[in-house]
């Protein structure tokens, strides 16, 4: 008798789904990530119709996948589809990554963690104690909230084109920390240790109305955009002399190592990764 041994590795499913998703980098950042850990996992992108994204999830567990990540216009749908929810998920309002277990739908937003981790350990900012601007008032500001003060920043600011829209969200978060909401017009005067960017205006090329002097000396501006070029935000911060201006394409690659985490309990490296997306993008 002839001892059947099956070396083919048990590979997991996983997926990103949005709309659009073709230009997603998250495949390639996850097969970088399998590669580097040695784990057995396929990740594609899945392109859901818009109406068709609980369907689709559905599908995707059925047919046995393990985890998903979750992009525009579907996080609040993941949100809504989750049936347990981290606090970092439930204060986001919204849903990046799906975990598949025990016959249970489990929602998590590692966004926030993901910015959070680009600034202090890769761009080795300073959080505690900084006074921060946080530019716009939807999703994406929302997603990043929590996990900023509880970096226990003097004081985070939500700045918004409409002015509501911020009041509205600090008012949300008072219980969290220091933050307050306010218009641009209220800029006037003020300094910050950091500006963040997390309105959609670099994506139309625009730049929202920012007084001069607004970084502080020192001080350092982030775009949670990335893209060949610097954004309009990223010219106006080497125009006022700010020395550090970064884009977000290591938040994208840090929230990727959180959910990889989240579904493999391993940590990858996320310098090299960071490295090799720069070289693509350019
Ligand atoms: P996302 O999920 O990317 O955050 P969103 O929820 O539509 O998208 O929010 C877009 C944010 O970018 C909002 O804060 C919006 O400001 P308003 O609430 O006043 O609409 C902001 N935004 C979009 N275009 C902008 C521009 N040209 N200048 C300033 N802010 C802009």
Not at 90 to 109: M, P, R, W, Y
Not at 233 to 252: N, P, R, S, T, Y
Not at 255 to 265: C, D, I, P, V
Request: glycine share 12%.
């Amino acid at each position: 008798m002839t001892d059947i041994f099956d070396f083919s590795p048990n590979v997991d499913d996983y997926a990103v789904m949005g709309n659009p998703i073709g230009h997603s980098k998250s495949p390639a950042i996850h097969a970088q990530f399998a590669k580097q850990t040695g784990q057995a996992i396929n990740y594609t992108a899945i392109h859901v119709d818009l109406g068709g994204f609980e369907q689709a999830v559905g599908n995707f567990v059925a047919s046995g996948g393990k985890g998903l990540n979750i992009t525009v216009p579907f996080k609040q749908e993941a949100w809504a589809l989750a049936e347990e929810r981290s606090e970092r998920a439930e204060s986001a309002g919204a849903v990046n990554t799906l975990i598949f277990k025990d016959q249970k739908i489990i929602g998590d937003n590692t966004d926030g963690v993901g910015l959070v981790r680009d600034l202090g350990e890769n761009k080795k900012l300073q959080l505690k104690n900084a006074r921060i601007l946080l530019m716009g008032a939807g999703g994406a500001a929302r997603g990043v909230l929590l996990p900023l003060l509880n970096q226990q920043p003097a004081q985070l600011t939500i700045v918004n084109r409409t002015a509501e829209k911020a009041k509205d969200l600090a008012g949300l978060f008072a219980d969290k920390g220091s933050i307050v909401g306010c218009g641009y017009e209220a800029l006037a005067g003020q300094t910050y240790d950091l500006v963040i960017n997390a309105t959609a205006a670099s994506l139309q090329g625009q730049l929202p109305p920012l007084p001069d002097g607004l970084i502080a000396k020192g001080g350092a501006g982030y775009d949670m955009m990335y893209g060949s070029e610097p954004t309009p935000f990223m010219k106006w911060c080497a125009q006022q002399g700010v020395d550090d201006v970064f884009d977000g394409l290591g938040m994208l690659v840090e929230q990727a190592a959180e959910s990889f985490y989240l579904w493999r309990g391993v940590r990858p490296q996320t310098n090299d990764v960071i490295e090799t997306l720069r070289q693509e993008i350019k």
